[in-house]
């Protein structure tokens, strides 16, 4: 589907050095994207209800700034995010509200098309729908068939189509949960490991048959709809290849979504589908993480239709390591908006304290596991200096700002 439109990205004189980040699945920091070919990503996007809140919009303003250090390295970048435009969770939603469950996300994309455009986050190449990949999650799930990891559950009704888990070796490898706590977690997280006639209680739903008022489609396993982890793992294994640099989400997606995408996807193409498994912190407000069954938001566009200034929403963000969990505050918006305007003044002078020492560190804090507060702190200690120092370097000021723009995404 049509993704939003890109921000312009001012470029630097390149520098090759590549980017390091936290590898969830081995624990340890890795360089990502230098292999043949572009770096290819995949983020996971949006189930449309309740868009575009905080939280959101801190994973993908994090996996903006690997894009934006990629880019500044010179390398081109695919980068696919999905929409979970059918799934229990929206259909519920759109039942209980009494509205068309595709109007609830045609509705929802279009808003958090246009928070991600004001945030000026560089748009995917590739936008997918899970309605539009259908084709892609059954013929994947027919190669698991002919794996034998796929099997119809014992239940004469509604033999839904399961995928055999923890019959693929590598199972386990990206979260490291033992199996009490990967019971429990997959309970919470859209799992259904009490469910009867499953083989094992880990086993997930791929292809669910229709049920009565649930939307379905024809198919090769019979009428119904995808489930959610083979979703992201067909769309990826089409868009981006058998195997990619980076798997991006929350952190709350690291089991079972993460886990079971991979497996399915590892057990289809016979390589570790992601090389790193990336994870952002969670954005809490009032107590609690964020999110949308808990109704504690903090909407993009509430803030937007607020009169707040988008960039000071993306400091706001940047202000946090992308993997700390951190709660919202007012405080935290009058901070950033006060940064911004010191930030501004700044590059409102003719003239700058030198930009290149300031630059290397910017670069150097991203290239860092995308150390964005490291970042900051040293534009700020370049307004200081602007300030403090009488300097006659002319072109500082603008450095400065395309440095800002490119590498951070904010625009002064
Ligand atoms: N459609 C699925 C992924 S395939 C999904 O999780 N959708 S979502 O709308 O619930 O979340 C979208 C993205 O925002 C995911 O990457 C999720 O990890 C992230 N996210 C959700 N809530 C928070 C939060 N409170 N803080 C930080 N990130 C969050
Ligand atoms: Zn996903």
Known sequence: MKAWSRPQIPTLAPDPAMPRVHD???GVSVEVGRGEGPARMYVCGITPYDATHLGHANTYVAFDL???VWLDAGREVIYTQNVTDVDDPLLERAAATGVAWEKLAAEQIDLFRTDMEALRVIPP???VGAVESIDW????????IEAGLVYQVDDPQYPDWYFASSQVPTFGGVAHLDREQALAVFGERGGDPERPGKRDALDCLVWRLERPGEPAWDSALGRGRPGWHIECSAIAVRTLGEEFDVQGGGSDLLFPHHEMSAAEGTAVTRTPFARVFAHGGMVGYEGEKMSKSRGNLVLV??????G???MAIRLVLLAHHYRADWEYTDADLVAAQERLLAWRGAVADATGFPAGSTIATIRG???DDLDAPAALAAVDAWVA???AVDSDDTGAVADMATAIDALLGVRL
């Open 137 to 144: 999650v059954v013929t994947m799930v027919q190669r698991l």
């Open 365 to 367: 804090a991203l290239r």
């Open 66 to 68: 690997l894009q934006r």
């Open 308 to 310: 707040t200034d988008p």
């Open 385 to 387: 200096a602007s300030a």
């Open 125 to 127: 190449t590739h936008y």
């Open 24 to 26: 969830s699945a081995s």
């Open 301 to 306: 566009s509430r803030l937007r239709a607020a």
